[in-house]
């Protein structure tokens, strides 16, 4: 089997292919892959992030995909559903997502990045210059919360939350009676955790079920409440969204997954509209999952998968491209 790795040679990558290329003699194993790259057509299997689409329409011979990353979205399904190519991703970062989607909501409530600012500017708040109950912060103990999607992001943040005495409802797509670990319960209607809660977090993935769940409507009737989203952004109407916030509907809004993305170089607004100028507004630059100890683990339970592949013929993880997670 010829398997080629995209992933930068410079990096925890190199010793980890070593590691394969030692314990998988047989197969060809080429680094360092570019998307010109003469190879790509006779590869049999890519390791890979984010690349072209038009690598995938050379890659012919392709039979599988190990990505070291979860969201599938990217992917040209369509394609490789016809090809019948297996895509094997890792779910390695869930609890780093959600420590982000905590920090985010802890963030807001505990107003520091307004003290911060303000303080670099030499301007204070609070008891020791006579300010009253106007400079108060909120705690988020023993507030109610919404965790829209019950996977592993879920149940991390649920048991993060627990920490705080917060009560958690759930609310899934798919039905099933078994509550999960750290969950008071599970709402068989999205929009009844909703109503149920003043924060509400969405962990779900992005599908063809999934877009726009959060339509104009839906944002128009959450008076008070505070929106977390480190599932993507095309889940939540972007107009709607802005319109909520800056009609002081929604409380606030703490965001890691944006809905434009630069094309090229560092600099771009994350959205069509000014959602980065709003004051009650929590800015995460789509880095929910990248932390060195995530990057750590993906990397590890790619290898997991691409050894048992190897051995047995089938992955660990494998994603659902139909369903497109």
């Not at 070291?68 to 369509?78: E, I, Q, R, Y």
């Not at 030499?122 to 300010?131: K, L, Q």
Request: net charge neutral; with cysteine.
């Amino acid at each position: 089997m010829k398997i080629g790795s995209f992933m930068p040679l410079n990096s925890v990558w190199g010793p980890a292919i070593k590691q394969l290329r030692d314990e998988f003699p047989q197969h060809a194993w080429l680094e360092g892959l570019k998307p010109e790259s003469s190879e790509i057509g006779s590869l049999d299997a890519m390791i890979a992030g984010r690349i072209p689409l038009e690598v995938f329409e050379r890659a012919h011979s392709l039979k599988t995909l190990f990505q070291p990353f979860t969201g599938v979205n990217h992917l040209p399904a369509s394609l490789l559903l016809e090809r019948n190519v297996e895509v094997y991703n890792v779910h390695s970062n869930a609890f780093d997502v959600a420590e982000r989607a905590l920090a985010m909501t802890l963030a807001f409530y505990g107003r520091l990045i307004e003290y911060h600012n303000d303080l670099r500017n030499e301007i204070w708040h609070g008891f020791w210059v006579n300010r009253g109950a106007e400079d108060n912060w909120d705690s988020i103990y023993g507030k109610t919360c919404a965790i829209l999607g019950t996977g592993a992001i879920g149940v991390a943040l649920a048991k993060l939350l627990k920490a705080f005495d917060c009560t958690v409802y759930g609310w899934r797509k798919s039905s099933t009676a078994t509550v999960p670990e750290h969950f008071d319960a599970i709402f068989p209607t999205m929009r009844e955790a909703i109503d149920a809660a003043e924060i509400v977090f969405i962990a779900l993935p992005a599908t063809a079920e999934t877009e726009g769940l959060f339509s104009k409507e839906i944002l128009a009737g959450m008076k008070g409440k505070f929106l977390v989203n480190v599932g993507r952004g095309s889940i939540v109407n972007e107009e709607g969204l802005y319109e909520a916030l800056k009609n002081g509907i929604l409380k606030g809004a703490a965001i890691d997954t944006w809905y434009t993305y630069p094309k090229t170089g560092v600099i771009g607004a994350p959205s069509r509209y000014p959602i980065h100028t709003l004051s009650n507004v929590i800015l995460s630059p789509h880095v929910g999952g990248s932390t060195n100890q995530a990057t750590r683990r993906a990397v590890d339970d790619t290898l997991k998968n691409i050894r048992a592949f190897l051995r047995t013929g089938k992955g660990i993880w494998r994603a659902d491209l139909s369903r497109m997670y």
